[in-house]
């Protein structure tokens, strides 16, 4: 009984692989796909917010000029909706006035907020930001960075 079932078998597949394709050799088709593209990439920023208790950055879309000022002014808009569903939120108070002067080094960023209110998160989430900021145009952050809030002046700060 199974010697005819293994005949059958083996005659299965010597009717399926002679199907009627034909061998043929190379056919030049032009370029390899390179993938979905519609345009140029756009150009993002990065912001550092909280996640799970960790400072986490978080990449935007950006097509407005992206100084570390903009940038930084965007991190205290505080993160989106669409963020905030993911788990992303904020130690810094939303809409304070920020400035930072890369004419110097180090490079100093002021904060209308007090360092009370900035510390530890919120002011690692300004160097974080200006850090990569500074890193997305080429700029250098060798001696650090400088955060003048309203009620101290800390020197010398890297992102860790």
């Not at 692989?17 to 088709?29: D, E, I, K, N």
């Not at 810094?92 to 400035?99: C, E, K």
């Not at 907020?113 to 145009?137: F, N, R, W």
């Amino acid at each position: 009984m199974k010697l005819p079932r293994l005949f059958l078998a083996l005659i299965s597949v010597l009717l399926l692989a002679s199907c009627g394709v034909q061998p043929t050799g190379v056919v030049p088709a032009g370029e390899a796909p390179g993938g979905f593209q519609l345009g140029t990439p756009r150009p993002a920023i990065t912001l550092y917010f909280v996640y799970a208790g960790q400072l986490s950055p978080v990449q935007r879309a950006w097509a407005r000029d992206a100084t570390p000022t903009t940038v930084l002014t965007e991190l205290f808009g505080g993160p989106t909706r669409v963020e905030e569903q993911e788990g992303f939120y904020s130690m810094l108070s939303p809409g304070r006035h920020v400035t930072v002067d890369t004419s110097t080094q180090p490079v100093t960023v002021t904060v209308s907020e007090s360092m009370k209110l900035l510390y530890p998160i919120g002011l690692q989430q300004v160097v974080c930001t200006v850090s990569a900021s500074l890193a997305a145009s080429g700029q250098s952050i060798g001696k650090g960075i400088t955060v003048v809030a309203s009620d101290t002046k800390l020197e010398s700060l890297y992102c860790n």
